[in-house]
């Protein structure tokens, strides 16, 4: 058996959360160490390392539980904007091992960042994009059953 997660211990009521919302299959908390005001984390009841893991069904009602968060928020910080994260699974940075989605409210000036910063010495996206490298990793993948 699968030791419990700290958000299936926090779904379960063992370890207290600061709770946003709520669905049947879905859980939103505050981050406890927020990158800005308003950081939340959502994340399914199933407790699966990687989306693909998860059902359909936990898939579909996580990104409701996405939409809800941002609508709260939309209200409390006055924004539309929002830095939806996912990091799947430990090499791409996931610290707790259970599928989460980070919503952060974003403003003008606000000192977040871009996906750009997340590989600062690759270089600046510009000049003239390799379509025929594309063209040929789109096959790939597209050929895959």
Same mark, same amino acid.
């Given at each position: 058996? +699968?030791?419990? =997660? &700290?958000?299936?211990? %926090?779904?379960?009521? @063992? +370890? ?25 984390? +959502? ?19 996580? %990104?409701?539980? $996405? ?5 709260? &928020?939309? @209200? ?9 994260? $996912? ?8 610290? +707790? ?9 974003? =403003? *003008? ?19 003239? *994009? ?8 789109? =096959? ?6």
């Amino acid at each position: 058996m +699968v030791e419990a =997660s &700290l958000f299936t211990r %926090m779904i379960t009521g @063992e +370890v207290p959360a600061s709770v946003v919302a709520k669905g049947d299959d879905w859980l939103a908390i505050l981050d406890i160490f927020p990158r800005r005001p308003g950081h939340t984390l +959502v994340f399914p009841v199933q407790q699966e390392r990687h989306i693909a893991e998860l059902s359909e069904a936990s898939r579909a009602n996580l %990104m409701d539980g $996405v939409a809800e968060v941002q609508r709260r &928020l939309t @209200e409390v910080f006055d924004t539309d904007d929002f830095s939806v994260v $996912v990091h799947d699974g430990p090499t791409a940075g996931q610290e +707790v091992p259970h599928v989460h989605i980070h919503v952060i409210p974003r =403003s *003008p000036g606000d000192g977040g960042r871009g996906l750009l910063s997340m590989w600062p010495d690759a270089p600046p996206p510009g000049g003239e *994009p390799d379509f025929a490298g594309l063209s040929e990793l789109a =096959s790939r993948l597209a050929g895959i059953e």
